[in-house]
């Protein structure tokens, strides 16, 4: 199976996309860019915004709007209102004492918690690590020893959290109880040298879960029990994301990087898309549900 370009957005550092039912739009960040981006698939129309500080990933909240996890460790309120862009208060400020790390991705799950990873942004150490954000905004570190955290992903019954350290390309995943506690860390699926990177996931509603590969120029999807099942291809190397979108969540969108892309990829930087013939999982929202 192959994806199809819908946008040429031209993002430096596309990621973390994030379906949005009440906008029926697909959203994602240009990290390095400093960029909001929204694509419309009603109209086949692409959007962007400048951000003022860089946000590596944004979910919507049960009362409305956004959180965004900045570049420089805070999470704020975004507000689209039309096609007017404004950023909130802070909400909350993680690694005060790691002034070299930044945030890289974060999902929501079904109780309004965030799960947050940090990183070096220099990619050299293993500084980073996963956060659980609770509905009344207290953050309690849960694990370590990320040098680039990617994910999180949830399985459709809630009780599996996978998250990935990119540079080691191992996917690790955690046993996840009703109350947030995760326990039973595991190695699930480990990349090899000829896979490229594992990057952004997400799961589907049959359980499988779909890993981009960063310099791998694809989106492959495994079993509950890590076999590969099947794989997208793409016409770039550098593919950061995925999240299934459209109003039946039957849309496979994928978000790209033009950052250290090879010669002859001109499409590296775009949103693309396409039908695997399966469906996603409702997005989580952050806050009470």
């Given at each position: ?129 996963l956060y659980r954000v609770g509905p009344d905004g207290r ?151």
């Open positions: 199976m192959d994806a199809h370009c819908v946008w040429e957005a031209g993002a430096r550092l596309g990621e973390g996309p994030v379906w949005s039912p009440s906008r029926n739009a697909l959203f994602a960040v240009d990290i390095h860019g400093s960029r909001l981006l929204r694509y419309s698939p009603a109209d086949d129309r692409g959007r962007d915004w400048p951000l003022e500080d860089a946000a590596c990933w944004l979910v919507e909240r049960a009362d409305g709007g956004f959180v965004a996890g900045l570049r420089s460790r805070r999470l704020v309120s975004l507000t689209l209102d039309g096609d007017r862009l404004s950023m909130g208060p802070e909400l909350l400020r993680l690694e005060e004492d790691v002034p070299g790390n930044r945030l890289n991705d974060a999902m929501a799950d079904a109780a309004g918690r965030l799960w947050v990873g940090s990183m070096d942004d220099a990619e050299q150490k293993a500084s980073g690590a953050a309690e570190r849960v694990d370590e020893g990320y040098t680039v955290s990617n994910g999180p992903a949830l399985s459709p019954d809630g009780r599996t959290l996978y998250h990935t350290d990119s540079p080691s390309r191992t996917i690790f995943a955690f046993a996840l109880a009703g109350d947030g506690t995760l326990s039973g860390k595991r190695v699930h699926i480990r990349f090899g040298e000829e896979d490229g990177y594992p990057d952004g996931m997400t799961c589907d509603a049959e359980g499988h879960l779909w890993v981009a590969h960063w310099s791998g120029g694809r989106v492959s999807r495994f079993r509950p029990d890590g076999a590969l099942d099947r794989v997208v291809r793409l016409p770039v190397s550098n593919v950061t994301s995925c999240a299934f979108g459209g109003p039946g969540l039957d849309r496979l969108f994928i978000t790209t990087a033009a950052q250290d892309a090879p010669d002859g990829e001109p499409l590296a930087g775009g949103l693309f898309a396409c039908t695997p013939g399966v469906v996603g999982l409702a997005p989580g929202r952050f806050g009470a549900p």
